[in-house]
T-cell receptor, first 117, second 111 residues
Framework: GAGVSQSPSNKVTEKGKDVELRCDPI?????LYWYRQSLGQGLEFLIYFQGNSAPDKSGLPSDRFSAERTGGSVSTLTIQRTQQEDSAVYLC???????????????FGPGTRLTVL | DQQVKQNSPSLSVQEGRISILNCDYTNSMFDYFLWYKKYPAEGPTFLISISSIKDKNEDGRFTVFLNKSAKHLSLHIVPSQPGDSAVYFC??????????FGAGTILRVKS
């Protein structure tokens, strides 16, 4: 597609349930990033993929959060045993970087609004 | 520890005038800076960027200035239009890695 797509656009879940959020990056983009924006906060980095590997997972807030990327394309962010503080907009971005040191631009999807009741 | 700071939560400007949004950073290793615009319920949209080897980059109505010695950058929008009303985020990266964002500035352009 022309841009980064994310699904679902909105997700309401009950505390303790698991959720999966999906990101389809721009075709050909090798780098994929997950961020989140909590209410009234700036964007916070979660994890970065280069191809299918994740060289930087430093932003994942707890071991309840995990992500994978298959085929160098689609990525899934999974949150287990959701808590109310997980409520946020989860944003995915992709870029065409080919390796460390290459500066490029990250293009964002529309986000998934997660609400944990 | 906020590495990227946008100290003005909001800015109001008259249509046709200049909008100046400011951003300060603390990490001297940042080598790439970007500005994004965000409308409600949408993802951030890339506006303009600048490498640390430059001090100015211009794209149409948008100009970004970088002052490395002061660790300060600014976004100028001239002339401002009502459609520019949005939240503007400053972001920085080191060696093309993750972006570190400021908290955002809400720009309102009054017609």
């Amino acid at each position: 597609g022309a841009g980064v797509s994310q699904s679902p656009s909105n997700k309401v879940t009950e505390k303790g349930k698991d959720v999966e959020l999906r990101c389809d990056p721009i075709s050909g983009h090798t780098a994929l990033y997950w961020y989140r924006q909590s209410l009234g906060q700036g964007l916070e980095f979660l994890i970065y993929f280069q191809g299918n590997s994740a060289p930087d997972k430093s932003g994942l807030p707890s071991d309840r959060f995990s992500a994978e990327r298959t085929g160098g394309s689609v990525s899934t962010l999974t949150i287990q045993r959701t808590q109310q503080e997980d409520s946020a907009v989860y944003l995915c971005a992709s870029s065409s970087r080919t390796g460390q040191g290459y500066t490029d631009t990250q293009y964002f999807g529309p986000g998934t609004r997660l609400t944990v009741l | 520890d906020q590495q990227v700071k946008q100290n003005s939560p909001s800015l109001s400007v008259q249509e046709g005038r200049i909008s100046i949004l400011n951003c300060d950073y603390t990490n001297s290793m940042f080598d790439y800076f970007l500005w994004y615009k965000k409308y409600p319920a949408e993802g951030p949209t890339f506006l303009i960027s600048i490498s640390s080897i430059k001090d100015k980059n211009e794209d149409g109505r948008f100009t970004v200035f970088l002052n490395k010695s002061a660790k300060h950058l600014s976004l100028h929008i001239v002339p401002s239009q009502p459609g520019d009303s949005a939240v503007y985020f400053c972001a920085a990266s080191e060696y093309g890695n993750k972006l570190v964002f400021g908290a955002g500035t809400i720009l309102r352009v009054k017609s």
